[in-house]
């Protein structure tokens, strides 16, 4: 590379990230074929469009390129072609999920999401969010009692407040979720149910957590957290009208847009204009890698590596919310300890060791100094961490956060 400036800039930050512990829970490390795919000439290509219906020409391959990401993606998740579409030019995660809302939610309606203070993304209705801001959310949370979703009280919610749609998945919620549950808490309301599962779509495909797509009407994703590929998003959407709608009437001859149809028109022209080519080629890449006896057995490790970080750390006299954690992420509560989710992801970075600090359910503090630390083992398993590593981080965590 000519420009030293921005080589150096690179290299420092390999270095960094190759000296230290990450227990950021939605980053991960992606292969080298994925790293290779980003860095490619596909990033010089406009493609405005779907695969076979471009506005430009000169994309025979890139077609090929994108037609290999979603037929990937649906085998992935055991998708029937007939009965679900993926679009996967999402930039990320939060524009998909605003392009699902523009597609389905009236201006001004209802998207009932859990609060960002419970562990709900920004683009559940957030008023600093696009998504609070065209759009009225209704807040859930979990319960004060034991930190988890009370599927009861979601359904009392659901049928007051009428959402058009009901959003699951969350950004640090720690357990399994119940789609079952949730498709009743979105029937109460006749709402669209959207499963957002950014953060454990890796441990969908790793058989680990359970496939929503029985329940659900829409489904989003991001690309690089547990899943492991290029940052980026996805959609997936039923190639009808949603779980027991029939197709609206209309007037002789005219046939209704699926809810994919829909999806596919809202990404572009809705609110994208070209796809970044090199980050679906890289996605390709990683579908595939995902694909295998080897990443199911990354996710087990996953887990089991949470679930020993999560238990060790409780040994040793922290709470965890809600117990304990089913997934890759768990929260501690610090501020019972006394100190800061700030000042504890501070001492941690010192020593080498980086977290987030996060709220924890029915927090006291501000978001800007909370109770909590968010805590996630993909990135660390990816490197080859085992669950006797993970007895000996939670030893040094302790012995920093005490001293
Ligand atoms: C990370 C995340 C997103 C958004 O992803 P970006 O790629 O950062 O825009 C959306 N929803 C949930 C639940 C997430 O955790």
């Known amino acids: 590379m000519k420009d030293t400036k921005v080589k150096n800039l690179l290299a420092a930050e390999k270095k960094r990230q190759k000296s230290v512990i990450n227990l950021v829970a939605s980053e991960n490390y992606v292969s080298d074929d994925v790293l290779k795919a980003l860095g490619t000439e596909t990033t010089n290509k406009y493609a405005e469009g779907y695969p076979g219906a471009r506005y430009y020409g000169g994309n025979e391959v890139i077609d090929k390129i994108e037609n290999l990401a979603i037929d990937r993606a649906l085998k992935l998740f055991k998708l029937n072609p007939k009965k679900w579409g993926v679009n996967v030019q999402p930039h990320s995660g939060s524009p998909a999920n605003i392009a699902v809302y523009q597609a389905l939610v009236p201006q001004g309606g209802k998207i009932m999401g859990m609060s960002l203070a419970h562990g709900g993304h920004l683009t559940h209705g957030h008023g600093v969010s696009f998504s609070g801001k065209f759009w009225q959310q209704v807040p859930y949370g979990v319960s004060e009692k034991n930190e988890k979703i009370d599927y009861d009280e979601l359904l009392k919610i659901a049928k007051k407040e009428k959402p058009d749609i009901v959003v699951t998945g969350y950004s640090a919620y720690p357990r399994k979720i119940n789609f079952k549950k949730m498709r009743e808490v979105a029937d109460a309301a006749g709402a669209y149910l959207m499963v957002d599962m950014a953060h454990i779509s890796g441990l969908i495909a790793g058989g680990q957590h359970p496939s929503p797509f029985t329940y659900a009407d829409i489904v989003t994703?991001?690309?690089?957290?547990?899943?492991?590929?290029?940052?980026?998003?996805?959609?997936?959407?039923?190639?009808?009208?949603?779980?027991?709608?029939?197709?609206?009437?209309?007037?002789?001859?005219?046939?209704?847009?699926?809810?994919?149809?829909?999806?596919?028109?809202?990404?572009?022209?809705?609110?994208?204009?070209?796809?970044?080519?090199?980050?679906?080629?890289?996605?390709?890449?990683?579908?595939?890698?995902?694909?295998?006896?080897?990443?199911?057995?990354?996710?087990?490790?996953?887990?089991?590596?949470?679930?020993?970080?999560?238990?060790?750390?409780?040994?040793?006299?922290?709470?965890?919310?809600?117990?304990?954690?089913?997934?890759?992420?768990?929260?501690?509560?610090?501020?019972?300890?006394?100190?800061?989710?700030?000042?504890?992801?501070?001492?941690?970075?010192?020593?080498?060791?980086?977290?987030?600090?996060?709220?924890?359910?029915?927090?006291?503090?501000?978001?800007?100094?909370?109770?909590?630390?968010?805590?996630?083992?993909?990135?660390?398993?990816?490197?080859g961490k085992k669950e006797k590593d993970m007895i000996a981080l939670a030893e040094r965590i302790d012995k920093i956060l005490r001293k």
């Open 221 to 383: 994703t991001t690309t690089h957290k547990v899943l492991r590929g290029p940052r980026g998003g996805m959609i997936f959407a039923r190639q009808d009208y949603g779980v027991g709608k029939k197709a609206p009437k209309t007037k002789k001859g005219k046939s209704v847009p699926t809810l994919f149809d829909q999806i596919q028109k809202s990404v572009f022209p809705g609110m994208q204009g070209g796809p970044h080519m090199n980050q679906i080629a890289a996605l390709a890449v990683a579908l595939k890698e995902a694909d295998s006896a080897s990443f199911k057995k990354y996710t087990e490790q996953v887990i089991k590596n949470t679930k020993t970080l999560s238990g060790e750390l409780k040994k040793r006299g922290w709470r965890i919310t809600s117990g304990g954690t089913d997934s890759h992420v768990f929260l501690m509560d610090v501020w019972k300890e006394g100190l800061t989710g700030k000042e504890a992801s501070e001492r941690l970075e010192k020593e080498g060791i980086i977290v987030n600090m996060n709220t924890i359910p029915y927090d006291t503090r501000s978001p800007f100094n909370p109770s909590g630390l968010r805590l996630g083992t993909a990135a660390e398993t990816t490197r």
